[in-house]
């Protein structure tokens, strides 16, 4: 947690009522995202019991699975769902546009879960599901792999930071705003609402309490409610597995078990879609346009990787080298969008100035039209200098830059105390201002001009430079170690 954190969230106690991290939002929100709710059997790895899955808030559908512990129920409930979704996530895959060179999807599938552990779940989901065989003993439906394969994908693009394709919404929203609870109490959707969108006429602390009813407002899964683990459930599931040969009370015991279920995820349904109106109302940042972009690029990747000859499912664990290749793509990735977030956002470029990498100021010099006649021909080199209030931790020489102007590039010449704890810093300006010896009308900061500078750069990262895998010792993937000899092929090769 960040001290600009902390301070909202103490805000937002005295004030009661959630505090804004962001001026705008951070994150794509599909005009039609697929809600998937997902509950597992307590005390087994992995077990389905039920999911209500839907891309519109008015038509949810419910799976369930009678008997968890039973594999061809679980594969059955997995074939159902597999149908579902991968009617959705191929309704993308139609129309396509020009991308530099190339072509992909106009828009991707976005798949919103409720929290983290929703993540966790469709991860371990996709990897029981993705290696099962279509054929011979123990075959599955051809659309059980598919889908796991793709829930894969999407947990795989759920650790890419930035991108969008896969949400828990209390990770989302917990990005957006901060609440006058502890991040435990956060990881309650119903409770985390309650403060971002409380009920008329009822306090944040009051509605955050009701929240932790768990009849009222039951956990958002993957997890069920102990209580209603022994109470409801167990009963039910038993109730169904005595009714084996008799087909009309299966019926009817099937029907009072997904009525149990559907009241423990329909709470939580109406809560992902405030979530998403919550978001709505913000507005996008200028970056994820482009960020969506990227996971554009990658679902047309994986539409065509699964769509051709022998496609070949996810390994089950990567190799050294490709281990050592992913979290370098993984920290670009990070780093990228930590500036994103901060060049689109004074509240979190905010962060950047209290800890000095940053400042902001009102230009009280100026020389736009300054040309540096040094080398063989002159250039606009303008100078401006800005007052500012902000602790500075930068140094002479270094390099910073302006959101509002980001194609240009500022060098700190100086910087001197101007009385009341302020700084005045020169910079010299390189870029955007075109061609011409006379800068463009807008490029050069004008005096009395309220703007901020900061080490943070977008610019691009290559990527590291790793072996191929036969290029490695043995130990990471590489050839065989060679055998060592024993005394008795030495006594062999003497003789």
């Not at 828009?107 to 879960?113: C, E």
């Not at 997890?223 to 109730?239: G, K, S």
């Not at 047309?300 to 070949?312: I, R």
Request: aromatic fraction near 8%; proline fraction near 9%; glycine fraction near 8%.
């Amino acid at each position: 947690m960040t001290s600009l954190t902390s301070l909202a969230r103490a805000l937002a106690v005295r004030h009661e009522a959630a505090q804004p991290l962001t001026t705008v939002r951070h994150t794509h929100i599909s005009t039609r995202p697929l809600v998937f709710i997902p509950l597992a059997l307590a005390g087994e790895a992995n077990a389905p019991l039920a999911a209500l899955v839907g891309d519109r808030e008015d038509a949810p559908r419910l799976f369930v699975v009678p008997q968890p512990r039973n594999r061809d129920q679980r594969f059955r409930f997995a074939a159902d769902l597999g149908r579902r979704f991968m009617s959705y996530v191929d309704s993308f895959a139609r129309h396509q546009e020009d991308a530099r060179g190339r072509r992909r999807f106009t828009d991707a599938p976005q798949l919103l879960v409720p929290n983290p552990g929703g993540i966790g779940f469709v991860r371990l989901f996709g990897r029981s599901t993705r290696l099962r065989r279509t054929y011979g003993e123990y075959a599955v439906p051809p659309v059980v792999p598919l889908f796991g394969k793709w829930l894969t994908f999407f947990a795989e693009r759920a650790e890419h930071p930035g991108s969008s394709l896969m949400l828990a919404m209390t990770s989302v929203l917990g990005a957006h705003w901060a609440t006058g609870q502890s991040a435990v109490e956060d990881a309650n959707l119903a409770a985390l609402l309650a403060w971002l969108d409380p009920p008329a006429g009822q306090s944040p602390f009051d509605a955050a309490l009701d929240a932790e009813d768990p009849d009222r407002w039951p956990p958002a899964g993957p997890a069920t409610d102990p209580t209603f683990d022994a109470e409801r459930l167990a009963p039910a599931i038993e109730r169904y597995a005595r009714t084996d040969g008799n087909s009309i009370a299966r019926e009817v015991a099937l029907d009072m078990l997904e009525s149990a279920l559907r009241g423990q995820l329909e709470p939580t349904w109406h809560l992902m879609w405030r979530g998403v109106a919550l978001l709505e109302r913000l507005a996008p940042g200028a970056s994820v346009v482009e960020r969506w972009a990227d996971d554009r690029d990658a679902y047309t990747g994986y539409v065509a990787h699964v769509t051709g000859e022998n496609p070949l499912p996810q390994p089950r664990r990567d190799s050294a080298v490709a281990a050592a290749r992913r979290l370098n793509r993984l920290e670009r990735a990070q780093a990228r969008f930590d500036a994103q977030r901060a060049l689109d956002d004074p509240l979190v470029m905010a962060e950047y100035r209290l800890t000095g990498e940053a400042f902001a100021g009102d230009v009280v010099a100026a020389e736009p039209d300054r040309l540096d006649a040094t080398g063989p021909r002159r250039k606009l080199r303008p100078h401006v200098t800005v007052r500012t209030q902000d602790p500075l931790r930068l140094a002479v020489g270094v390099e910073v830059q302006s959101p509002a102007r980001a194609s240009q590039k500022a060098e700190i010449l100086s910087i001197t105390p101007a009385g009341d704890g302020a700084l005045d810093v020169e910079l010299e300006l390189n870029g955007g201002m075109g061609r011409a010896l006379t800068p463009a009308p807008g490029s050069v900061p004008s005096v009395g001009e309220r703007i901020t500078y900061s080490t943070v750069s977008n610019a691009f990262q290559a990527s590291g430079n790793f072996p191929e895998a036969g290029d490695t010792p043995w130990t990471h993937g590489g050839p065989p170690a060679p055998p060592v000899p024993t005394e008795e092929d030495a006594v062999e090769a003497w003789s």
